[in-house]
C-alpha cells in the first residue's frame, strides 16, 4: 500500500491507524530480530500495509503459517491480495482467539503494530490476554512504541502475569521507536477458547 494510502487511512481513523506512516523496513527488522522458522506459526496485529509481514516472510516464516489479524477492511483487502496463502482476519485484535486464529495451533510469536499508547488499559489487558491464550507457554508478543518506556503499565504486566523487556531500537524510524518483548513469568498456558470470531467479507 503506498504511503498515500496510508496516510489517507489515517486521516479516517487516527486513533485506529496510530501513524501517519507506515513502519520502515528497520523498525520491521528490529521487530522480528528474534523471530525464525522455529517461532512458526506467527500472528501478527495490525499489520497495516504489510511491513512487518514482509519481513516475517524474510525470516523464514511461510505465508502459510502467517495468521494476519487487522480490523481495517481496506488494509485487509490489501493484505489479501499481497498474501494470498496468509489468513487473513478482518476483525479487532480484543476478540482474537486461537481455534480461529492458527485452527487451535499455538503460535510461538504475536507481533504487534496495534497502537497501545493510545488504548486505555482494559483494552490492552483484553487484547494481551486473547494474544497469549493463542502463545505456546515459550512464546513471545512483541511490540513497538514511540515513547520512551514499555507501552505496557506495571499494572497490567502483573495483573496478566507477565515481564517486559527492550529488546530492539529504530532510530531511523519516523518517529523513532523502541522495540519490547513481552513474555509469561511462568510456564503454565492459559487453555484454548472453544469459540470462533466473525470474519468479514474481503470479496
Known amino acids: 500500500m ?17 501513524a501517519v506512516a507506515p513502519s520502515s523496513p ?6 522480528t530480530a528474534e523471530i525464525s522458522a522455529a517461532n512458526a506459526p506467527v500472528i501478527e496485529l495490525g499489520p497495516g500495509s ?10 523464514g516464516i511461510p505465508q502459510a503459517r502467517l495468521a494476519l489479524v487487522e480490523r481495517s477492511k481496506a488494509f ?14 478482518c476483525i479487532d485484535a480484543a476478540r482474537l482467539e486461537a481455534r ?3 485452527g487451535g ?3 510461538g510469536a504475536v507481533v504487534s503494530g496495534l497502537p497501545l499508547l493510545l488504548m486505555p488499559a482494559p483494552t490492552i489487558a483484553t487484547i494481551l490476554e486473547r494474544a497469549f491464550e493463542c502463545l505456546r507457554p515459550e512464546g513471545a508478543f512483541y511490540q513497538f512504541t514511540y515513547g520512551p518506556r514499555a507501552p505496557v503499565s506495571r499494572a497490567v504486566l502483573d495483573r496478566l502475569g507477565l515481564v517486559a523487556a527492550r529488546v530492539g531500537t529504530a532510530p531511523g524510524n519516523f518517529p523513532p521507536a523502541l522495540v519490547y518483548r513481552l ?9 484454548i477458547s472453544a469459540s470462533a470470531p466473525s470474519f468479514c467479507d474481503l470479496a
Open 2 to 18: 503506498h504511503s498515500i494510502s496510508f496516510f489517507l487511512q489515517w486521516l479516517a481513523a487516527p486513533l485506529r491507524v496510530g
Open 26 to 31: 528497520q523498525l520491521a527488522k528490529a521487530i
Open 50 to 59: 504489510g511491513v512487518f509481514t514482509r519481513a516475517l516472510i524474510e525470516r
Open 76 to 89: 485487509a483487502g490489501h493484505l489479501a491480495v499481497q498474501f494470498p496463502q496468509a489468513r487473513v482476519l
Open 100 to 102: 480461529a486464529a492458527i
Open 105 to 107: 495451533e499455538r503460535a
Open 183 to 191: 513474555r509469561r513469568r511462568t510456564s503454565v498456558a492459559p487453555l
